[in-house]
């Protein structure tokens, strides 16, 4: 199982960014994929997660209505299109495998380990 975020970058408070998951070594049919971010200082939160038994999408309470998360089954990829950027979205993004659901958006799975992430900058 091997999953590689992109697209993070560094962009002025309002601006937008897309965020892509390249996924391997696996099939989109179980559990979903999950969008996490550990901001400085903080702990890793999970902040929005799409599932793939029926492509329902969670979103955090700070993100939501803001970011959107959509799958391309075909490519094996998912993305996070994140929109009215803030400053305290600063942090570094991470995708994995997980488990979706209202109360915790997405808990990582007990399978493969986490990849770099991508940073993402916002400026005020």
């Known amino acids: 199982v091997q999953l590689v975020e992109s697209g993070g970058g560094l962009v002025q408070a309002g601006g937008s960014l897309r965020l892509s998951c390249a996924a391997s070594?696996?099939?989109?049919?179980?559990?979903?994929i999950g969008w996490f971010r550990r901001a400085p200082g903080k702990e890793r939160e999970g902040i929005s997660c799409?599932?793939?038994?029926?492509?329902?999408?969670y979103y955090a309470d700070s993100v939501k209505g803001r970011f959107t998360i959509s799958s391309d089954n075909g490519e094996n990829k998912v993305y996070l299109q994140m929109n009215s950027l803030k400053p305290e979205d600063t942090a570094v993004y991470f995708c994995?495998?997980?488990?979706?659901?209202?109360?915790?958006?997405?808990?990582?799975?007990?399978?493969?380990?986490w990849g770099q992430g991508t940073q993402v900058i916002v400026s005020s």
């Open positions: 994995a495998l997980a488990f979706c659901s209202d109360r915790n958006i997405a808990t990582k799975l007990m399978v493969g380990s």
């Open positions: 070594g696996f099939t989109f049919k179980d559990y979903g």
């Open positions: 799409i599932s793939f038994a029926d492509g329902s999408p």
